[in-house]
Every structure is written in C-alpha cells, then in structure tokens.
C-alpha cells in the first residue's frame, strides 16, 4: 500500500502538480488519446486530478485524470 509519504515523493520527483498546464509539444497527443481536432499553440490543456490520482500503484483503482481544454477567447 502506498503511504502519502510515498505518494508526495513520487509527486515530488515528477515535478506534478495539481492543475499542471501540459506543454505545448503534449497538444497532439492529447488530442490523439482525446480524439479531438488538432489544438493550436494557444490552446491550454490543464490537468485537474488529484496528483494522489496521478502516482496511483494500480491503474484499475485509478484509470481516468481530469483534464480541462482551454482556448483564447476571440
């Protein structure tokens, strides 16, 4: 069983923060794994998910992260 101690170094160590903005270079395979039209450079893609979530031992607890597209209004 992971401790949250375990978990805050794992988080920690990935540098995963709650509400983490992907980089730009992320966009098309998000949009891949999303099945969404390509996402312009000005397109924010913002993970939402509890970082416990993120680092979980087994994907089966776990499967799914919260993720917010954003886009520049016109």
């Keep these: 069983m992971m401790t949250s101690e375990d978990a ?13 903005l992907l980089p730009v270079i992320s966009h098309a395979e998000v949009a891949r794994h999303l099945t969404l039209a ?17 680092v979980h ?9 919260e993720i917010l597209l954003a886009h520049p209004l016109p």
């Excluded at 994907?59 to 992260?65: G, I, K, N, S, V």
């Design 57 to 65: 031992r087994d994907l089966t607890d776990e499967p799914f992260a």
């Design 8 to 20: 805050a170094r794992r988080i920690h160590a990935q540098h995963w923060r709650q509400g983490r």
């Design 38 to 54: 390509p996402l312009a450079d000005d397109d924010a893609v913002i993970v939402i998910s509890q970082s416990c979530d993120l």
